[in-house]
């Protein structure tokens, strides 16, 4: 069945530091590819998307190129701030508006 | 435009008392989802109705959850009798065009 498979957290980086967060998914069709951000206390809110292969999702210095070959996601940022702590979620969607999520990574950003 | 608007945001109940979560989704989305978010764990959905219908509620636990949108826009979500495993996050979100949006959803403490 469809499904999504985030690495594992937490991640502790230092501000200004690179950051990588690794999704890889499984579905039978061709499904659009999310990631969320949640905050503490908060909803998911959606960072960025991409709908078919080659595409790159962008938002707010965040950058994920959809990948069919290696059936994959990752979600990359040149320098991460302290604000960017949070949980991030990779998520896929085809067909019948049934959504797959990641079971989440916790990114801690140290100053 | 206003978001996914949820209420309450906070609910403590003793076990085995009934409670109940309410959902305005985005105007204009006809789909609407309830998903339930345990600690450190990604959403798993309970419904998804499309306009009034539910069209996938196979992970919800019809002996004591209940859902209802009677008039294809706002959502109740019931629980009755509340059991200690029921304490989690239940967040509420609409789609339009396969783009989700999340409302802050609502924390429920059982005791």
């Known amino acids: 069945g469809d499904s999504v498979t985030q690495m594992e957290g937490p991640v502790t980086l230092s501000e200004e530091a690179f950051l990588t967060i690794n999704c890889t998914y499984t579905?039978?069709?061709?499904?659009?590819l999310f990631w969320y951000v949640q905050y503490p206390g908060e909803g998911l809110q959606l960072l960025l998307k991409?709908?078919?292969?080659?595409d790159k999702g962008s938002n707010k210095g965040f950058e994920a190129t959809y990948r069919k070959e290696t059936t994959s996601f990752h979600l990359e940022k040149g320098s991460v701030q302290v604000s960017d702590s949070a949980v991030y979620f990779c998520a896929l969607v085809w067909g019948f508006n049934k959504f797959y999520f990641g079971s989440g990574t916790k990114l801690n950003v140290k100053p | 435009e206003a978001g996914v608007v949820q209420s309450p945001r906070y609910k403590i109940i003793e076990k085995k008392q009934p409670v109940a979560f309410w959902c305005n989704p985005i105007?204009?989305?006809?789909?609407l989802y309830w998903y339930l978010q345990n600690l450190g764990q990604g959403p798993e959905l309970l419904i998804r109705y499309e306009n009034e219908e539910a069209v996938d509620d196979s992970q919800l636990p019809k002996d004591r959850f209940s859902a209802e949108r009677l008039k294809g826009v706002d959502s109740t979500l019931k629980i009755q009798p509340a059991e200690l495993g029921d304490s989690a996050v239940y967040l509420c979100?609409?789609?339009?065009?396969?783009?989700?949006?999340f409302g802050p959803g609502t924390r429920l403490t059982v005791l």
């Open positions: 991409a709908t078919k292969a080659d």
């Open positions: 979100a609409s789609s339009s065009a396969h783009e989700q949006f």
């Open positions: 105007s204009g989305h006809n789909t």
């Open positions: 579905a039978t069709g061709y499904p659009s």
